[in-house]
Each structure stands twice: as structure tokens, then as C-alpha cells.
């Protein structure tokens, strides 16, 4: 069967905000879309792989005339994607060339918290280089990197502090998945813009505390993009790396995909869609099959009703692979006995966004949860229908199994690990949630300026045989 719609409350999509800046399809040329290079190793072994990330500043032509003033990862805009082959130990220098502090957040990456995570207590001064070692220990997936000071999350991201991570393991690579990057397996990162004066971007003109947004779709740091195919099937590895803007994907003609992977890696069972809703910082990866389109065709991707990727399909060769019904094993591991359920309140809107009454503080521990221990978290997002919206409920630290949606089973593609989950109003999703490694870890709404607004909270992961102390960042020490 396929599915055909998006899930989510229709009431509560982003376009019945007061404040929704609709997309509208840039009048510029078409340009090839932009591939992320692969980050190049500074040094690599059997066992170990030496990297720089660099954040910094310059500018990038997104439009004709005047460059935009960007800022990337060992790039202009965005980032180089970096890979990590699970079991191998990583080393990676983060260095700071931007004019203000920031950090460099490993978004779904199981490690440990508050520094190596890169949360908003791992920061890196300006002229600074972090060093930072783990091993990948977690199944292959698409995650991501971003900035995380707090308050200014939003503002980096928004002006281009996002790149992409791809986990990599044996058994992803036994199955029959494209995985020629820049070929037949292509990120999309989908995110959105207002170009001002001078094709110049202005954080503080556009600001909105329910999420900054802008009118031109931007894929991959490409303004009105193509892709040209050249292989029967491909596979998209979708971020809504939006700061607010959730996207409702579909083809042209209605052409079926299928999803074959979430946040935090490979589903059970491949799930077909025709329909797809992102919220902020959700991944999908999707496999297209262009073997029912006429070489010399276009397919387009659309978010609601504007095109944001042109597949301009070539000649290729016959691939007919079908993709098995049972893909991986997810584990699934029963509930530690005499856990009481956790409760997590996401409430308000605008200024008034708060997590379980309270807003952010950077020294306070809210909760603490021990190593291993595996415990049920009920999500409550108490906006009313009426005006409400849908809050991107993410942890770090773990990948959660959603168990239900107001005692209802989860939507079909959300059987697999998640790190990010879109609550409705009025809604409770229930969690099965576990660290197996220490830390303090932040929760909190990805629509990035409600986290930076305080909808956000942390956890100590603790080991009671290895107890530890952190320094914890203080917004007064910044
Ligand atoms: Cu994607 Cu707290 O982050
Ligand atoms: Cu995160
Ligand atoms: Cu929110």
C-alpha cells in the first residue's frame, strides 16, 4: 500500500501562522545543484580518521550579482560532508574562524555529552580549536552538524552553520541501496531564505520568535536547482535544516518514493509514500525510481505547491532491484520495571515558549536518567488546535523509538530510530528512551528560535559506579 498523506493535523501546518512567509519560486535561473563535497581526511588508518571542521566566514553566489555574505564549514555556506564508518575512532579538530563564539553539534550522534556533543556548553572561542575523539558506535544514518551557542542557535544556522554526517556500517552496505555520492545517492538540504538589499541575507530584519523564514527555497545552498539523473533509481537523503519551516514533499504526477530510513538510520520495512512531511531537523532518506519516466523528462519535487528540485532524467540502465520487505532489525529493549513515565510539557508560542513551565537556564539540571536505564517519556505539546502548531520535539544524546501518538500507533515511517519527532497540538507522543553514554544533553523544540527561546531543557545521563561533575556553560561567562 501506498501512503498518500502527510499525518500531521492539517490545522496545525505552518501555513495557518499569523506570521507564514510562503515560499514562491525564484524567478532566477535554473543551476545545478550543489553536491557537499566529501570532507577529505586529514589522516586516516584501519582504525582511526583525522578530521578538521573549520566554521567560517566568506561568500557564496546564490544569485546573480552580488555574493551573499555566508557562513560554512571548510566552505562559504554550509558544510563538506563528513563521513564516520561505525566502529572506527574519530579525532577532529574544530576550529573557530568566525568573529564570535561558537559549537559544533553532532545532531543524533551517540556520544558523549555535554562537550564532545557540542551542545551549548562545548563552545569554541573565536581564533579557537576544540579537539574532540569518539568511536562511532551507532547504526549508519544521516545526521548532521550545526552550530549550538545559546541563545544565537538560530542565527548561525541561519546564516549557513549546517553540513551533513553520514554514518556508515556493514550492514547499510548489503543492501541493495544506491550509494554512489553525487550520483544516485544525493543529500537535500532544504532550507529557506529572504534575500534582502544587495542579495544580502538580514537575520534581525526577518526575526520571528515562532521561527525565521524566507520566501526562496535554498537546496544544498542552491537557489532553484536541477539534478541531472543519470540512473534508473536514486536515493535522497532529505534534512529540513529550516530553522522553522516544515515541508510537505511530493512529485510530480504523484510519482511514489520510498522511505527507507529516518533520523537516526534504516527502517524495519521500506515504506511508500506519495506524500511526505518534514518537520525541523527530521531526516528521510528516499529512494525514487524513475523507470515508469521517458528519458529526456522532468520530475519535480515540490513542498506544497512550489517546485524546489528539477530531476532532469537522462538515458540510463535497467535497474529493477526491489528492495526487500524486512530491511534491518531495530532492538527494542523492555521498559526498566519501576520507572515512573517521564513527563515533558512543550507550551506556548512566541515569546512565551517554555519547557514544562520553565525556560531554558544553561546551570540547571532538569532531570536525570541513569545509563542503560530504558524509560518511557510522554511528549505533550499543549497548544490548542486553534492556532497552534506543531513542535519538533528533539533529544540528544539518544535515538528514541516512538511507541505511540495519543495511544495510537505512530505514523508508518516512524518505526525506525528518531531523534526528532513533530508533536501536534494537543497531542502526547510516548517515547522509549536510553543513554548508553554519560552526559548532560539538552531536549528542546528544533524550530530553532523557540530553542533559543527557552523551549528547551537538559538531562544528566548518569553512571552511579562512575559519577561525574561538568562545567556547565553560564550566558553571563560568554
Ligand atoms: Cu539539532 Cu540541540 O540540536
Ligand atoms: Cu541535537
Ligand atoms: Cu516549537
Redesign the pocket.
Known amino acids: 500500500s501506498i501512503n498518500t498523506d502527510y499525518f500531521f493535523d492539517e490545522a496545525a501546518y505552518n501555513t495557518h501562522d499569523g506570521g507564514y512567509v510562503p515560499l514562491a519560486e525564484p524567478k532566477t535561473p535554473q543551476q545545478p545543484l550543489r553536491i557537499p563535497p566529501l570532507l577529505k581526511p586529514d589522516k586516516e588508518t584501519a582504525t582511526d580518521t583525522y578530521y578538521t571542521v573549520e566554521a567560517q566566514a566568506g561568500e557564496t553566489q546564490l544569485l546573480p550579482g552580488k555574493k551573499t555574505k555566508t557562513w560554512g564549514y571548510n566552505g562559504s555556506l554550509l558544510g563538506q560532508t563528513v563521513v564516520f564508518p561505525k566502529g572506527k575512532t574519530m579525532h577532529i579538530d574544530l576550529k573557530n574562524s568566525l568573529p564570535e563564539l561558537t559549537t559544533f ?1 553532532w ?2 550522534l551517540n556520544v558523549p555529552g555535554p562537550y564532545t556533543d557540542g ?1 551549548c556548553h562545548a563552545p569554541v572561542y573565536p581564533g579557537k580549536t576544540r579537539h574532540i575523539d569518539f568511536k562511532v558506535d551507532q547504526p549508519a544514518a544521516t545526521l ?1 552538524l ?1 552550530a ?1 551557542p545559546c541563545p544565537s ?1 538560530a542565527e548561525q544556522v541561519w546564516h549557513g552553520l549546517a553540513g551533513l554526517a553520514l554514518v556508515t556500517d556493514e550492514e547499510e552496505a548489503k543492501l541493495p541501496f544506491p550509494r554512489n555520492y553525487g550520483v544516485d545517492d544525493i543529500p537535500l538540504v532544504l532550507q529557506d531564505r529572504r534575500f534582502h538589499e544587495d542579495n544580502q541575507w538580514d537575520y534581525e530584519a526577518d526575526y520571528d520568535p515562532d521561527g525565521v523564514q524566507g520566501p526562496t527555497p535554498m537546496i544544498n545552498g542552491t537557489i532553484n536547482p536541477y539534478f541531472d539523473v543519470s540512473t534508473q533509481r536514486i536515493r535522497l537523503r532529505i534534512l529540513d535544516g529550516a530553522n522553522r519551516r516544515e515541508w510537505r514533499l511530493h512529485f510530480s504526477d504523484d510519482l511514489p518514493f520510498t522511505q527507507i530510513a529516518s533520523d537516526g538510520g534504516i527502517l524495519p520495512s521500506p515504506v511508500k509514500f506519495t506524500h511526505l512531511m518534514l518537520t525541523c ?1 527530521e531526516r528521510a532518506e528516499i529512494i525514487v525510481d524513475f523507470g515508469d519516466v521517458t528519458p529526456g523528462q522532468t520530475v519535480t519535487l515540490y513542498s506544497d505547491d512550489v517546485p524546489i528540485v528539477r530531476f532532469r532524467v537522462h538515458d540510463f540502465a535497467a535497474d529493477d532491484v526491489t528492495l526487500p520487505s524486512h530491511l534491518v532489525d531495530i532492538p527494542d529493549p523492555s521498559v526498566t520495571p519501576d520507572m515512573p513515565v517521564r513527563k515533558v510539557v512543550m507550551s506556548g508560542m512566541d515569546e512565551a515558549v517554555m519547557m514544562d513551565g520553565k525556560k531554558f537556564e544553561m546551570q540547571r539540571i532538569d532531570a536525570r536518567q541513569k545509563v542503560g536505564n530504558v524509560e518511557l517519556w510522554d511528549v505533550t505539546n499543549t497548544n490548542d488546535m486553534e492556532g497552534g502548531m506543531v513542535h519538533p520535539f ?1 533529544m ?1 544524546g539518544t535515538q528514541f523509538l516512538v511507541i505511540s501518538r495519543n495511544g495510537h500507533a505512530p505514523y508508518a515511517n516512524e518505526h525506525g530510530f528518531k531523534d ?1 519527532v513533530g508533536v501536534n497540538p494537543g497531542e502526547t507522543v510516548r517515547l522509549k528512551v536510553w543513554f548508553d553514554k554519560p552526559g548532560v544533553f ?3 523544540c ?1 524550530i530553532i528560535e523557540h ?1 533559543d527561546g527557552g523551549m ?1 531543557a537538559q538531562i544528566e545521563a548518569f553512571d552511579p559506579d562512575h559519577p561525574q561533575t561538568y562545567k556547565l556553560m553560564d550566558m553571563d561567562t560568554l
Request: aromatic share 12%; no cysteine.
Open positions: 553539534h545532531h543524533g551542545g548532521w550545526h549550538h542557535t531537523a528533539h540528544h526528532t539538552m531536549y528542546h528544533h530553542e528547551m
